[in-house]
């Protein structure tokens, strides 16, 4: 079963031309691409997400502005300030998490490992503590 440490940053390839700006590449991810969507107007002192998947992996990229994401296996709790849109936190299935603390425009894009399954959220926090329990987690 995973845990936060399994939570990682990842650093995205960034081209840079004084004249032209930055692009930025996301490609060569531990999973291939199946949707994309992304946060934005998030009103101040909202919260996302708070939920966790029973199989789609993510990138989570602050593509403009910054938030906080908080991470949760059932034991312990981290929290991730992204702020950069060449740099995602990776966050496996089995993780319960939420987006917090959202600057003034910023942006949340997520690129996810599946399509939208309603049946893979794991949207109470006792029914992700039963899924830990039921999959090996301590």
């Known amino acids: 079963m995973t845990t936060i440490d399994d939570c990682r940053i990842i650093s995205l390839p960034r081209h840079s031309s004084d004249r032209q700006g930055n692009l930025t590449v996301a ?8 949707r994309v969507y992304y946060l934005y107007d998030v009103p ?18 602050a593509a403009s502005g910054s938030f906080t994401v908080m991470l949760d ?6 929290e991730v300030f992204l702020n950069r849109p ?30 939208y399954r309603e049946e893979d959220y794991l949207r109470r926090y006792e029914d992700f503590m039963q899924f830990r329990t039921e999959n090996g987690a301590d």
């Open 86 to 115: 060449n740099v995602g936190l990776m966050i496996p299935h089995g993780i319960w998490h939420h987006l917090h603390d959202f600057s003034s425009g910023a942006v949340a894009l997520s690129l996810t490992s599946d399509l």
């Open 27 to 34: 490609e060569n991810l531990p999973f291939a691409i199946r």
């Open 44 to 61: 101040g002192g909202e919260n996302r997400g708070e939920h966790a998947h029973r199989e789609l992996d993510q990138l989570i990229v």
């Open 73 to 78: 296996d059932g034991r312990r709790r981290r």
